[in-house]
């Protein structure tokens, strides 16, 4: 039976699930209930000098028939005294004493870090994390995201706040920056015990276009806002990886960014997490969520034969390679499971519009499968993706696998296009139609 | 025992003839709506008589325009709200959703159609520019389905267009002939006024053109003519007893109960002769108004029935009985119905017969005949060079509605025997390019 709970950094956790500082950490309260349901940690909403907030703050992208795929704020840090935040966490401790209570924190200068870093530990806080990502409001003050984006700066924060820690510090990392590796290397310079990322990306998530304003809207206005939720995984993904690969990285790393069910976090462990927190998952759905990851991951880690997290924590990490290292003979086609098709002809037109002209419809109008022109398919996937049955396109290997050859290998051979008109083109033979045929085709 | 009270209260027959494809909310129809996957050539599209774009619709609902939702219906088919409510969905586009090959329940296209011809209709949008008159002028006759689909699209291409009507109101069977529970009265007028209003033709109502003098009459004052003018009275199944007061034909009851208060009491015990769509409408409206036994009897087995297996379910759901294989041989009774005497039948090789001996009457206090609707065989012998077929329709050239007279040209149930109401649309629409056609041609 798998065990789920985890040492990340020296803060220890029933499981690997914490809420992510914002609105579901706001109080005692709230995270009492979220503990008493089964999270295993919490990120208390930032603390600091308590500030005054806006209404409305929230924004979000619906999808087709989903609601809050993406997700946008423009709330700041705690508006409560820290005093009252102080006897809570307190509080919570007494009750929770296994459970990971993280302070996150913000604030300026060298003597209030010493002194808030100094007032969590003796409310007994497991660790502190340091909120240098905040992309909205915060950042006007010279707080937030506007440390997180200068290395230099977080650095020295960092030390600042190592003087005087004695448990363990996360650093919180914005993704509003074109290295994501620079302020991770920093942060370990400082002597941080592990990082922890993507805070919100600087966002507007949408424009109301009747009264020519951006959401969410206070009074006739509006200001970006930190954008977060499903939509923004993959970038949080990415962003892990990066920090995961650096040898100069090579701390602890909590995943943040759009996790709301198992998978995804087995996804973020996979590429080097070893915590992962919840915020918009959360807040859509309530802390009930919490049921479905720890029962999920679970069975996951059963079903591969993991008895503990640490056991494929940054297991995908080797096969993340750049472009370069991809073997060139690796080839897969389209395949198109005729008794499954719904002959939506979706693949076609993709194909057809948005590819390589590689599916052919029936001349037999009526009989509305399409077939695959292996010839002109690359493998692209295209079609897979966009069909709505569940494995009716699968994309099936067809080399040999014997032959290995990628890009590096080529170019160290001298054996690549360099000219525009190169005969080594690699699209040098796929069929494409007379551009003339375009007309009058729907 | 009955399901429903005889006569029925004012607030059970609201309950009883509710829509039973009420309009959506905005949210039911969003969420609808994201469910179409925009198939390439789209099934649906395909099996549209008047092939409206319906992914394209669908999307333009999900995405907020829903003025142009209803303009890509109505290019398509000018009684996109009354086709919404009456089209057999679940054989036509419904039916040829993909989702059905997954066992997904198919996208509720005749509903999200509706939610976008409604919201069109009450906003009054204008999706059509009349030219200037080009000097030409069409008689319709007939201001069914048929006739305003066909009137709308010559108003389009500029021609003056009066129709004249034999009732005192436009849209024909949509009006007289469907359950309310599909269409009310004033949603199908609705429509037309709608149309009305944007295209300007003209509607002669209480105008039967029938006589030879009528023909002539309109031959002098106009250049091209089309004949929308459905089908007739319920047909005689001509057995003994049949020209009995309270035995009467299907389509007259069902226009007689949309016009009178529902409070007017039903018999108690019906019997309904036939076995298509008519039958089923004719037997679930006098379940739902509280008849206590109500039979569709249908001279061959179950699965020959005309009427769609939806119609039948919901018969069914009433409180409707339905017996088989027995064929009406008598209406019995001393000066009105009193019973049907049946004989059974069987299928032998094909051949439908009646077994010698086995007859029997059902009691009841109602007859109502849904065998079918007369041509109107008065009208076609005076219009000159008129052709039919064999089974009294009139023959038309299928690309273009054009009769065997030039200058007539037909579509509807007069042409095709009696069919929905959107090939009726369908077929009107292709008559009016038809006569644009065959009218320029003559210059």
């Known amino acids: ?442 | 025992m009955a399901e429903h009270r005889n006569p029925p209260k004012l607030q059970d027959a609201d309950n009883r003839f509710a829509p039973i494809k009420p309009l959506m909310s905005n949210t039911m129809a969003y969420y609808e709506s994201s469910r179409c996957l925009f198939c390439y050539d789209a099934p649906c599209t395909i099996a549209c008589p008047t092939s409206i774009d319906i992914p394209l619709f669908i999307r333009q609902i999900n995405n907020g325009n829903l003025t142009g939702a209803a303009k890509t219906i109505y290019q398509s088919n000018f009684l996109g709200n009354t086709c919404g409510k009456v089209c057999p969905t679940e054989v036509l586009c419904e039916g040829a959703c993909v989702f059905n090959k997954m066992n997904i329940k198919p996208i509720d296209i005749g509903r999200l159609q509706n939610f976008a011809t409604n919201s069109a209709i009450l906003t009054r949008q204008k999706f059509f520019v009349v030219p200037e008159e080009n000097g030409k002028s069409v008689a319709v006759i007939g201001a069914g389905p048929a006739g305003i689909s066909c009137a709308c699209q010559l108003r389009a291409s500029g021609y003056m267009v009066d129709i004249y009507e034999a009732r005192n109101n436009p849209s024909g069977l949509a009006l007289h002939g469907i359950a309310p529970y599909k269409i009310t009265n004033e949603e199908a007028l609705m429509e037309v006024e709608f149309l009305r209003e944007q295209f300007g033709f003209n509607v002669f109502y209480n105008t039967r053109i029938d006589s030879k003098e009528d023909i002539a009459v309109l031959e002098a004052k106009y250049d091209a003519f089309f004949l929308g003018i459905g089908l007739g009275s319920s047909t005689e199944i001509k057995i003994r007893g049949e020209g009995k007061p309270n035995c009467i034909g299907a389509t007259e009851f069902i226009e007689e109960i949309k016009t009178r208060p529902v409070s007017t009491p039903i018999a108690k015990r019906v019997i309904v002769l036939g076995g298509g769509n008519t039958a089923m409408d004719a037997a679930s409206e006098c379940a739902r108004l509280g008849a206590e036994n109500v039979i569709v009897a249908y001279r061959r087995s179950q699965p020959e029935m005309k009427a769609y297996y939806f119609e039948y379910d919901l018969a069914k759901v009433a409180g409707v009985r339905g017996m088989f294989n027995l064929a009406p041989i008598e209406i019995v009774g001393e000066n009105s119905a009193e019973g049907v005497k049946f004989i059974r039948t069987e299928t032998v090789n094909g051949i439908l017969k009646e077994i010698p001996g086995s007859d029997f009457v059902i009691a009841c206090d109602l007859v109502i005949k849904a065998t079918g609707q007369a041509k109107q065989t008065s009208l076609f012998a005076n219009i000159s060079g008129l052709t039919l077929d064999e089974a009294g329709r009139i023959s038309v050239n299928g690309a273009t509605g054009q009769t065997a007279n030039p200058g007539y040209f037909a579509g509807g149930d007069a042409v095709n025997g009696g069919a929905e109401v959107v090939n009726a649309v369908a077929e009107g629409k292709l008559a009016g390019d038809g006569i644009h056609e065959y009218l320029s041609a003559l210059i």
């Open chain 1, 1 to 442: 039976m798998a065990n789920l709970e985890i040492n990340f950094a020296g803060i220890k956790s029933p499981n690997p699930f914490w809420l992510a500082s914002g609105p579901p950490t706001n109080s005692g309260y709230q995270i009492m209930k979220a503990f008493d349901q089964g999270w295993g940690g919490a990120v208390w909403k930032t603390l600091g000098v308590p500030v005054i907030n806006v209404s409305s703050r929230y924004g979000a992208i619906n999808h087709r028939g989903s609601r809050v795929v993406g997700f946008n704020n423009i709330e700041l840090i705690t508006d409560r005294r820290l005093c009252d935040n102080l006897r809570e966490m307190e509080e919570v401790k007494k009750y929770f004493p296994n459970h990971a209570v993280i302070a996150s924190l913000m604030v300026q200068t060298k003597q209030e870090w010493h002194q808030i870093v100094n007032d969590v530990q003796n409310a007994g806080a497991d660790g502190i994390e340091l909120n240098f990502g905040c992309p909205h409001g915060m950042c006007e003050r010279g707080m937030g995201s506007a440390v997180g984006q200068e290395p230099a700066i977080l650095e020295m924060i960092t030390r600042w706040v190592m003087e005087v820690a004695k448990i363990p510090v996360i650093v919180k990392l914005t993704p509003n920056i074109s290295d994501i590796t620079e302020p991770a290397q920093a942060a370990r310079r400082a002597g941080a015990n592990a990082i922890s990322l993507i805070n919100t990306i600087q966002s507007l998530v949408g424009v109301d276009i009747d009264n020519f304003v951006t959401y969410p809207v206070v009074e006739n206005h509006s200001t970006n806002g930190g954008y977060c939720g499903p939509a923004v995984k993959p970038i949080a993904m990415n962003m892990v990886k990066n920090c995961a690969q650096h040898p100069l990285v090579q701390i602890p790393i909590s995943g943040i960014g759009g996790i709301e069910n198992w998978h995804d976090a087995v996804e973020f462990i996979l590429l080097g997490a070893s915590s992962v927190q919840v915020c918009t998952a959360a807040m859509h759905y309530g802390f009930g969520i919490i049921r479905d990851m720890t029962s999920g991951l679970e069975q996951y880690m059963d079903s591969h034969g993991f008895a503990t997290i640490d056991q494929f924590v940054g297991k995908a990490l080797p096969n993340v390679k750049h472009w370069e290292e991809l073997n060139l003979k690796y080839s897969v086609k389209a395949s198109i499971d005729e008794d499954k098709c719904i002959g939506c002809q979706l693949c076609y037109i993709a194909c057809e519009d948005g590819a390589h002209q590689a599916i052919d419809l029936n001349e037999d109008k009526t009989i509305r499968t399409p077939r695959i022109n292996e010839e002109n398919c690359v493998g692209c996937n295209l079609c897979s993706l966009i069909c709505p049955v569940e494995n009716c396109i699968t994309m099936v290997r067809k080399d040999d696998g014997t032959q290995h050859q990628t890009w590096k290998q080529r170019t160290d051979a001298n054996n690549i296009p360099v000219t525009f008109d190169d005969d080594l083109a690699g699209g040098l033979g796929h069929t494409i139609p007379d551009p003339v045929k375009a007309f009058g085709k729907l």
